[in-house]
């Protein structure tokens, strides 16, 4: 079946973990929005957050332990990440000088990831969804499945899967 019209990519969806992987597939998603002159939402659902995990979570907040992490509400540590992101995409921009004018809007909610990224994919609002894959091996992804691919599996829209590299180079 032949398309009607070519296909437009004006509003691209971002979805991002803040892993370092993730940090790469921003740049294919900032790459791709300045080729089609698109702007970019950022989303990141904020999970519940496994103890062996607090600590790196803390340091990466900025704050001093996961005791102090503690004591945040949810909205804080929301807000808080919200601001990473924005410092992040500020960065982005001075390499990739379209970034400042991309940059639609930071979204960032508590939820299941895949089921939240799945709902904004579904939304009509989104034209494709860029994420990127962490690739936790073969076993990992079969018992306990990856965000990634239960999205690529329901995403109502087309969606770009960065893989993992070795580097940012």
């Known amino acids: 079946m032949k398309p009607k019209a070519r296909p437009r990519i004006k509003k691209i969806l971002f979805a991002t ?24 939402t950022v989303l990141h659902v904020f999970e519940p957050i496994p103890p062996n995990a607090q600590l ?11 005791v102090e992490l503690k004591k945040k509400s949810p909205q804080q540590l929301m807000a808080r990440i919200q601001e990473k992101i924005e410092e992040f995409c ?20 508590p939820g299941q990831s895949a089921e939240r990224i799945l709902f904004y994919a579904g939304n009509g609002e989104f034209d494709v969804l860029v994420m990127g894959s962490r690739g936790r091996g073969l076993v990992k992804e079969t018992l306990m499945g990856g965000t990634s691919r239960k999205v690529l ?12 590299r070795d580097s940012l180079e």
């Open 56 to 66: 790196l979570i803390a340091a990466y907040l900025g704050y001093q332990d996961p």
């Open 90 to 109: 500020s960065q982005v921009s001075g390499q990739i000088p379209a970034c400042r004018f991309m940059l639609s809007n930071v979204l960032v909610e």
């Open 17 to 40: 973990d803040m892993s370092e992987n993730a940090d790469l597939a921003f740049y294919h998603a900032a790459g791709l929005a300045e080729a089609c002159e698109a702007t970019v």
């Open 153 to 164: 599996q329901k995403c109502p829209i087309p969606a770009f899967i960065i893989p993992m």
